[in-house]
């Protein structure tokens, strides 16, 4: 009989990541025509805004691993949405631009901390025998979200403006918070007391981890230049509305794969997945270089689905169990340092190579990126697994 995978606390994390994410994700596409038009400033600067978020949940997610590990996840997550409240509620405020940075760089640093702590709660609550699967039903709030932030951010942008999507955001961080109080505490992972405390940059990153998350790093450069340039690109080729349409087909493709493709995970192994699924993102994005109509855009979103939204969960799984029980937290953080540091500053260096290549020689080169960490997740991780199973 298998272990009972959707408890209530399963349920409720999920739910909690998913609207922590839905926020970032509405105010990740909005902030930047906000600064613009608010404040004047130029694109670099209405750039800055958005990015700077990311820096701070960089600097959040390296201090919380360890964190994480020592204290209650529970007790973390609480302490990282009243967090995000408190900076959600000083957007209402802002009347600077200097403020306006400062506020999205406090913001970060929350959503670093409270999204470690929902990754390694998630991790810990999941039965083991079922860890691809459960892991990758909660990642597909991370894909919702990214379907429907942006969704919600244009809509309310348009109709009400940018200022109510602050008003949404605080209602959507509330509910998350009463959500967070309603979780029970996980029980006391056992330290052995032979084990040495973690000093220098391993009290920070997990080195069990480092090879699968710079897989994913690699794998970021990639997906950020679909996620950063997709609607400029539609907008070069003629289809301007066709970006929009992407992201839900992408959203419904990772909901339609992602319970077989955990399945196969557990039963099969790693390589099981991870091998096809990094291949399928590469087609999605050659694909994309020579997409001409709608439907060719349509049929990369569904290759993208299926492997960029495969990998994730499938890579996190892996860190995860790879890691000793007390480090969970660590080697979840240490996960998306890498894998966030490759889909956040991947922008600033694609944004070069465009001016003179061109949007279709871009994608076919991170099409063979994608290939190219094919390769280095086969000497890092791969062959080790297919020894092991030998």
């Known amino acids: 009989m298998q272990e009972k995978l959707w408890s209530k606390d399963f349920i409720f994390i999920t739910l909690i990541n998913f609207l922590m994410y839905m926020i970032h994700y509405m105010l990740m596409v909005t902030v930047t025509v906000f600064t613009i038009h608010e404040f004047h400033a130029s694109e670099s600067i209405g750039g800055l805004a958005s990015g700077i978020f990311i820096i701070g949940m960089l600097l959040g997610r390296l201090a ?30 802002i009347q600077t631009l200097s ?10 640093i929350a959503f670093g901390f409270s999204s470690t702590a929902t990754g390694t709660i998630s991790s810990r609550i999941v039965p083991e025998a079922r860890k691809g699967e459960g892991i990758g039903y909660y990642a597909l709030s991370v894909t919702t979200a990214s379907a429907v932030g942006p969704f919600f951010g244009i809509l309310f942008n348009q109709s009400f403006g940018f200022r109510s999507i602050f008003t949404l955001s605080l209602g959507v961080i509330i509910v998350a918070f009463v959500l967070a109080l309603a979780l029970k505490p996980l029980p006391k992972v056992e330290i052995s007391t032979e084990s040495e405390p973690l000093k220098g940059i391993r009290a920070f990153i997990q080195k ?63 390589n099981a997945i991870m091998y096809p699924v990094i291949a399928i993102f ?54 998306y340092i890498f894998l966030d540091f490759g889909a956040g500053f991947g922008p600033f260096l694609l944004g070069y190579l465009i001016s003179s290549w061109g949007f279709r020689a871009l994608y076919i080169a991170m099409a063979v990126l994608a290939l190219v960490a094919l390769v280095i997740y086969y000497f890092v991780h791969g062959r080790h697994v297919a020894q092991h199973s030998k």
């Open 208 to 270: 069990d981890a480092i090879p699968v998350s710079f897989v994913l790093a690699v794998i970021g450069v990639a997906y950020s230049s679909v996620l950063s340039f997709l609607s400029v690109y539609t907008e070069s080729i003629n289809l301007p509305t066709v970006a929009s349409y992407f992201f839900i087909v992408y959203a419904i493709t990772s909901f339609i794969t992602r319970p077989f493709t955990g399945k196969i995970f557990d039963q099969r192994g790693h």
């Open 99 to 108: 403020l306006l940075l400062i506020v999205r760089f406090i913001h970060g």
């Open 64 to 93: 919380s691993g360890r964190i994480v590990d020592s204290l209650q996840p529970q007790k973390v997550l609480v302490y990282g949405v009243i967090f995000s409240i408190i900076t959600v509620a000083l957007y209402f405020v």
């Open 282 to 335: 590469a087609i999605g994005l050659f694909i994309l270089s020579s997409a001409q109509s709608t439907w060719l855009i349509t049929l990369s979103a569904i290759f993208i689905g299926m492997g960029y939204g495969t990998i994730v969960p499938s890579g996190q799984a892996i860190v995860v169990q790879q890691a000793p029980r007390q480090n969970v937290g660590l080697a979840t953080s240490t996960f």
